[in-house]
């Protein structure tokens, strides 16, 4: 297949002691467009994010997948190298990037912090780091397996603007792997719902509200 | 706190006397509290030395002991001694920690290499170097280079364990993310592996440097010539219990200078670390 610079999956299977923890995902992300997964734990969600990150080559499965080639991860931790500077952690892997590096730092909001320990920063500001060291590589394709998910609620709030305006910015195509409905309406174009690991819903954010409690419904949580 | 109620009054309130409780804790620290233990032991043995209630022929008095070392300074035989030993304990510390960096190295890094070294190095392991002294000095004789080489295999070892377990204990998210951003299996090692491990080698440093000290005063009572041992040897057969102070403090010294050293490396070489624990 001709190289995308978004997303397309035909019947992903992804099987762990023969149990099918993907059953058949057919997905497509265009590129520049965000896109949450949502799911309640133990629907897939992570298998299919580590899946299209390439980081499964020891997994039984079967399926076409088309990922661009420039894919860059957000972890739930920042995982950060706690013996490299922040600048470090950034431009880690890439050759001659400093200057970018310090840029995409200040994209964030950290300028000034590059020789600091990782250790010295908030989980916020790690986070942070973390964005920077992902975009700082240009990725067609932005995954995100609940980057917010151990921030407090207050700085959950400043990052979803933060991470709206950078992909604004930046245009990757963006899955972001969450079980927060509000934060998938807040920040996604559209919505996929994963259960047992099949997709069972798709939304498209037009109207917040009514699509919230449409996405509950499907998650099966009566309100 | 007690409440009376009295008739037609509203409830007046008072408050019982603070109880003060005992402390349970050990108290306040004392000012310069670690000094005081060795001036009074210092105390204890001038005192002895001076009504003559410690026989010199048992432990010579402390200002013999500082006239001796000034004697031992002035004819250069503590200086020449006190090189010969350091040098022994420089070299095999050396080599110990370069051959189990080195070992380390393969048997953390490939599975094919710890299955051949980590086996045999366990064994080694439980078999204290200073029991192998019989087979090097029929192998080696009683040269610098058995000398050495019962250093070298006391240092090797901690280096080696805690190296290598330094390796094996990187976070595997760690390398996940190396995965993610594409790193080839050379930067992984020098970005991730390297830096990872490094607390484990200075750790097994430190361990280290207390094991060639400790080779060194064996092997320097075992037909030397020279070195602050063989220094102390020589005073035993004449009875001189100054100079064998002499060389026990020399040794106190160099095990602490060498211990702060140690420290020094850790505290540059893991800045990073020193905010967490601050």
Redesign the interface.
């Known amino acids: 297949m001709a190289p995308y610079a978004g997303i397309v999956t035909r019947n992903l299977v992804r099987r762990y002691d023969d149990r099918a923890v993907l059953d058949g995902v057919d997905l497509e992300i265009a590129a520049g467009e965000f896109v949450a997964l949502l799911g309640r734990s133990g629907s897939g969600k992570s298998t299919l994010l580590r899946a299209l ?3 499964d080559p020891e997994v039984d499965g079967s399926g076409e997948l088309v990922v661009p080639e420039n ?3 957000v ?1 739930q ?1 920042s ?1 950060l ?4 500077t922040v600048l470090d952690n950034v431009v ?2 890439l050759r001659g990037a400093e200057e970018k590096g310090r840029q995409s730092l200040a994209e964030v909001g950290l300028a000034g912090r590059e020789k600091a ?4 920063l908030s989980g916020g500001e790690q986070q942070r780091v973390a964005l920077a ?1 992902s975009l700082v ?1 240009e990725p067609e394709l932005l995954l995100a397996d609940e980057p917010f998910g151990a921030l407090d609620a207050l700085t959950r709030l400043k990052m979803h603007a933060l991470l709206r305006t950078l992909c604004e910015v930046h245009r990757p195509a963006v899955l972001l792997v969450t079980h927060d409905v509000d934060e998938a309406v807040a920040l996604a174009d559209r919505i996929l719902v994963l259960e047992d690991g099949r997709l069972i819903a798709e939304e498209v954010v037009d109207e917040p509200a009514a699509v919230r409690a449409r996405l509950l419904d499907a998650l099966g949580v009566s309100v | 706190m007690t409440v009376t109620t009295l008739p037609g009054l509203r409830p007046v309130t008072r408050t019982a006397p603070v109880v003060r409780r005992r402390r349970l804790g050990p108290g306040r620290p004392i000012k310069f509290g670690a000094a005081i233990g060795p001036v009074v032991l210092l105390a204890v043995w001038s005192i002895g030395s001076a009504t003559g209630w410690i026989d010199p022929r048992v432990l010579s008095a402390p200002w013999t002991v500082v006239t001796t070392a000034g004697e031992l300074i002035s004819d250069g035989r503590l200086q020449s001694n006190l090189w010969t030993s350091s040098q022994r304990a420089l070299v095999g510390l050396g080599l110990g920690i370069v051959l189990g960096v080195v070992l380390a190295l393969i048997s953390g890094l490939s599975r094919l290499g710890e299955a051949i070294l980590d086996g045999p190095i366990q064994i080694k392991r439980a078999i204290p170097s200073l029991a192998l002294l019989p087979l090097l000095i029929l192998w080696l004789g009683i040269g610098e280079s058995m000398k050495v080489v019962t250093i070298l295999l006391g240092v090797f070892v901690p280096i080696y364990i805690h190296t290598h377990n330094g390796l094996r204990t990187i976070d595997s998210r760690y390398v996940e993310l190396a995965q993610t951003v594409g790193l080839s299996q050379r930067e992984f090692i020098r970005r991730v592996v390297l830096p990872g491990a490094l607390p484990g080698f200075l750790l097994g440093l430190r361990f280290a440097v207390t094991g060639a000290w400790l080779s060194l005063v064996v092997v320097e009572q075992i037909n030397a010539t020279s070195g602050i041992g063989y220094m102390m040897e020589l005073a035993r057969t004449y009875g001189q219990t100054d100079i064998i102070i002499v060389g026990l403090v020399l040794y106190g010294i160099l095990g602490l200078l060498s211990d702060g050293v140690v420290r020094l490396i850790q505290r540059r070489a893991l800045t990073w670390r020193r905010t967490l624990a601050s």
Request: aromatic share 14%; charged share 25%.
């Open positions: 990150a390439g980081l894919v860059s991860v972890f931790d995982r190298l706690p013996w490299a880690l892997g320990w990782p250790n010295e060291r590589r």
